[in-house]
């Protein structure tokens, strides 16, 4: 029954006219059904969970695109977090001095499950890390110290593998730093190189934990010392600094999420929430530059992208660099664990709403799809 259920039940039949109420309900029930066969705890679709879409028809930012929309709003407080927040809120940990005078940052990250609301209406079994999806978005400066305190209170056996430099037993692999429920490893290396990174679990099966939500930002900013030719370029990325403070700096994590365990996705983010840029776009001062570190974690899909409409932008990709590997491009593609930074200005646009969203046009209406409120200035 689950495998004819979860057949019936494709992220193409959701799209298809006529049926927006009836698959609304039915992906909330194949959830339970499909999560169950899985071994978790069920999934669950809150009250008024069949009314959890629209036609295109509908009034709305992205009935302009020809969107299906979602309908209503995502309990941001009983997630726990917030995506409109999540674009800016660096974890940068706490930092001490070594005995040699070095820096140690480090950080405390918790495993646990949690359900989630990842549409309005529609709940999604998640396994967490600090209770968010994505998890914390750490931040660090180039050759600091970095000690991560992970403490797993989860119902599975989790990791944190860090894409950078370390040695192999701090890999978070199996025999390397896997923690089994109720226990706790410290992770320690030093941040290197500088760049847009990431993290995520890499038990096994490694799909499972990554599409769970066991993912998060992992930024190293460059130190301006070791970089004297560029400098200046240095330290308009590192935090802190006053020409940090001029950008206008976003972390985006692209992610999805397989509502009825069927190997495809239902729903598509940037940072979680179906559509959360649509209800509530992203206000930008047109006289300051845009930073965006850009991740995509997206399973089952082997290709995701970002599109920006009405403007172009230099990418760094991985953000290894600090000289541009493409210029002035609108689209860019990552495959799942590729990053980079993209950088770009409305200074000589006109104020208004523009959009951004994936190139693939089934991504966009399932919910990857956003809007920045370019304005003269911002309070």
Same mark, same amino acid.
Request: glycine residues 10%; hydrophobic residues 40%.
């Given at each position: 029954?689950?495998?004819?259920?979860?057949?019936?039940?494709?992220?193409?039949?959701?799209?298809?006219?006529?049926?927006?109420?009836?698959?609304?309900?039915?992906?909330?029930?194949?959830?339970?059904?499909?999560?169950?066969?899985?071994?978790?705890?069920?999934?669950?679709?809150?009250?008024?969970?069949?009314?959890?879409?629209?036609?295109?028809?509908?009034?709305?930012?992205?009935?302009?695109?020809?969107?299906?929309?979602?309908?209503?709003?995502?309990?941001?407080?009983?997630?726990?977090?917030?995506?409109?927040?999540?674009?800016?809120?660096?974890?940068?940990?706490?930092?001490?001095?070594?005995?040699?005078?070095?820096?140690?940052?480090?950080?405390?990250?918790?495993?646990?499950?949690?359900?989630?609301?990842?549409?309005?209406?529609?709940?999604?079994?998640?396994?967490?890390?600090?209770?968010?999806?994505?998890?914390?978005?750490?931040?660090?400066?180039?050759?600091?110290?970095?000690?991560?305190?992970?403490?797993?209170?989860?119902?599975?056996?989790?990791?944190?593998?860090?894409?950078?430099?370390?040695?192999?037993?701090?890999?978070?692999?199996?025999?390397?730093?896997?923690?089994?429920?109720?226990?706790?490893?410290?992770?320690?290396?030093?941040?290197?190189?500088?760049?847009?990174?990431?993290?995520?679990?890499?038990?096994?099966?490694?799909?499972?934990?990554?599409?769970?939500?066991?993912?998060?930002?992992?930024?190293?900013?460059?130190?301006?010392?070791?970089?004297?030719?560029?400098?200046?370029?240095?330290?308009?990325?590192?935090?802190?600094?006053?020409?940090?403070?001029?950008?206008?700096?976003?972390?985006?994590?692209?992610?999805?999420?397989?509502?009825?365990?069927? $190997?495809?996705? @239902? +729903?598509?983010?940037?940072?979680?929430? !179906?559509?959360? /840029? &649509?209800?509530? %776009?992203?206000?930008?001062?047109?006289?300051?530059?845009?930073?965006?570190?850009?991740?995509?974690?997206?399973?089952?899909?082997?290709?995701?992208?970002?599109?920006?409409?009405?403007?172009?932008?230099?990418?760094?990709?991985?953000?290894?660099?600090?000289?541009?590997?493409?210029?002035?491009?609108?689209?860019?593609?990552?495959?799942?664990?590729?990053? $980079?930074?993209? @950088? +770009?200005?409305?200074?000589?646009?006109? !104020?208004?709403? /523009? &959009?951004?969203? %994936?190139?693939?046009?089934?991504?966009?209406?399932?919910?990857?799809?956003?809007?920045?409120?370019?304005?003269?200035?911002?309070?």
């Amino acid at each position: 029954m689950p495998t004819l259920l979860g057949e019936r039940l494709s992220r193409r039949l959701v799209l298809a006219g006529g049926i927006c109420t009836a698959g609304a309900t039915a992906v909330g029930v194949s959830a339970a059904v499909g999560q169950a066969a899985h071994g978790g705890h069920d999934a669950a679709a809150a009250p008024g969970a069949g009314d959890a879409y629209q036609a295109a028809s509908s009034s709305g930012h992205g009935g302009a695109h020809g969107a299906m929309l979602t309908v209503g709003e995502v309990d941001s407080a009983r997630n726990g977090f917030d995506p409109a927040k999540m674009l800016t809120d660096w974890d940068v940990g706490t930092t001490s001095v070594l005995p040699d005078g070095g820096t140690l940052r480090t950080f405390e990250v918790v495993a646990e499950d949690k359900d989630i609301e990842i549409a309005p209406g529609v709940m999604f079994p998640a396994w967490t890390y600090n209770g968010r999806v994505p998890g914390p978005a750490l931040r660090a400066t180039e050759g600091e110290r970095l000690r991560i305190v992970f403490k797993n209170y989860g119902s599975h056996p989790h990791s944190m593998h860090f894409h950078g430099i370390h040695a192999a037993r701090m890999d978070g692999v199996p025999g390397a730093g896997l923690v089994n429920p109720g226990e706790e490893f410290v992770y320690e290396f030093d941040a290197k190189p500088f760049g847009c990174h990431l993290y995520h679990c890499h038990a096994l099966p490694l799909k499972r934990h990554i599409h769970k939500g066991m993912y998060g930002a992992f930024v190293i900013d460059p130190d301006p010392a070791r970089h004297p030719d560029q400098a200046d370029v240095a330290r308009s990325r590192l935090y802190g600094t006053p020409e940090n403070a001029q950008w206008q700096e976003f972390v985006m994590v692209m992610n999805a999420f397989d509502t009825n365990f069927d $190997g495809e996705n @239902e +729903f598509y983010a940037v940072n979680t929430v !179906a559509h959360t /840029y &649509m209800n509530s %776009p992203i206000r930008i001062a047109k006289t300051r530059p845009v930073r965006i570190y850009l991740i995509n974690v997206v399973e089952f899909d082997p290709i995701n992208s970002f599109h920006l409409h009405a403007n172009f932008f230099d990418y760094f990709d991985q953000g290894t660099t600090l000289t541009p590997t493409l210029k002035t491009v609108d689209l860019i593609t990552q495959c799942q664990a590729q990053r $980079g930074i993209l @950088e +770009f200005s409305f200074a000589e646009h006109e !104020a208004g709403l /523009y &959009m951004f969203h %994936p190139h693939q046009s089934e991504f966009t209406e399932l919910g990857w799809v956003g809007m920045f409120d370019v304005v003269e200035d911002v309070a």
